[in-house]
């Protein structure tokens, strides 16, 4: 079973209020996702942003398109209420609500030709039948496939600096995440060992009350366990418990077991980790554009 889409709910979501009882969104959402057999694992899928579950947010836009259209009504915030017009789309319902079915109503058709000239509509794309995403999901998506790009990007850059350059920017990343306190007592960290297996050492904390002890590789190829046993021998022989290994590249499945199962607490850092990193905590990135996604203060419109 997958997470059904927001035009396979709207159906359900009207008949579900067709009591002309009002409804919650979240009565609602738990009442369908019974109905749909859904399980544990599918209604606890997140969006990206990690605001709201994927099946909640699906539910909510079925309700909005309905609104839309003029088949429930919004009695108060997340709560909904069948109107006549929604009792007499039941009386002979089709066999799915679709976005052309609600291309019948006035509502619906100026709601559409609102979105349209509020988006980027170079390619004429309408909303339709075949639209998969709710727009919180589209949103979302574009914004995924945005940052994957910068992060290959970043990646193919970092690849192609010096070992020096790559052992300082590890260093400005995890000062960035609040290790090591300030930029200039952590640039001391690097190369300070010369220990066999060690590239450099960092403040776990910004009072030093412990070390975390750093490898850096700007490599190509797979990192694999040999390099992972070294390191840990590394640490043994300074007795550390904590330490970070960072590559360019990607860590074989016998290096990540071997990470997991030794006492030493080592924590592997591939390309692509480091690169997200990067534009989290806005190291060697700059910020272009930035767009707010706003809700309804019901608060404001309460009245004295």
């Known amino acids: 079973m997958t997470i059904p889409d927001y035009q396979s709910l709207m159906l359900p979501l009207l008949r579900l209020t067709s009591n002309s009882k009002e409804h919650s969104l979240k009565d ?37 398109y309905l609104r839309k ?12 209420q069948i109107t006549q017009r929604g009792l007499d789309v039941l009386e002979n319902p089709p066999n799915r609500i679709t976005v052309s079915f609600l291309e019948q109503y006035d509502e619906f058709v100026q709601f559409r030709e609102r979105r349209e000239k509020t988006s980027d509509n170079r390619n004429n794309i309408p909303l339709s039948d075949i639209e998969p995403q709710t727009p919180e999901e589209a949103i979302e998506s574009a ?15 970092v690849k192609n600096c010096s070992p020096a350059f790559f052992e300082q920017l590890v ?10 306190g300030t930029r200039k007592d952590a640039g001391k960290a690097i190369g300070r060992s010369g220990d066999d297996g060690i590239d450099g050492i960092i403040n776990e904390d910004r009072l030093g009350l ?4 750093i490898q850096a590789k700007r490599w190509e190829n797979p990192v694999g366990r040999p390099e992972i046993q070294k390191f840990a021998g590394a640490l043994q022989g300074q007795r550390a418990k904590k330490g970070i290994f960072i590559t360019t590249s990607i860590f074989t499945k016998d290096a990540q077991e071997f990470a997991s199962r030794i006492d030493s ?23 272009v554009a930035s767009y707010e996604l706003k809700r309804i203060d019901s608060d404001y419109f309460v009245e004295e």
């Open 143 to 157: 914004y995924l496939n945005i940052r994957q790009s910068l992060t290959d990007e970043i990646l193919q850059t």
């Open 265 to 287: 607490k080592i924590t592997l850092v591939d390309g692509e980790t480091l690169s997200q990193l990067m534009i989290d905590y806005n190291v060697g990135v700059n910020l």
């Open 28 to 64: 609602a959402t738990s009442e369908l996702a019974k109905d749909f057999g859904l399980s544990e694992v599918e209604l606890a899928e997140m969006l990206p942003s990690a605001r709201k579950t994927r099946f909640y947010d699906r539910v909510g836009w079925a309700g909005t």
């Open 210 to 213: 412990d070390v975390i002890y």
């Open 69 to 80: 259209a003029g088949l429930l009504s919004a009695p108060r915030r997340g709560w909904f």
């Open 171 to 180: 260093v400005d990343v995890l000062v960035k995440m609040g290790y090591g």
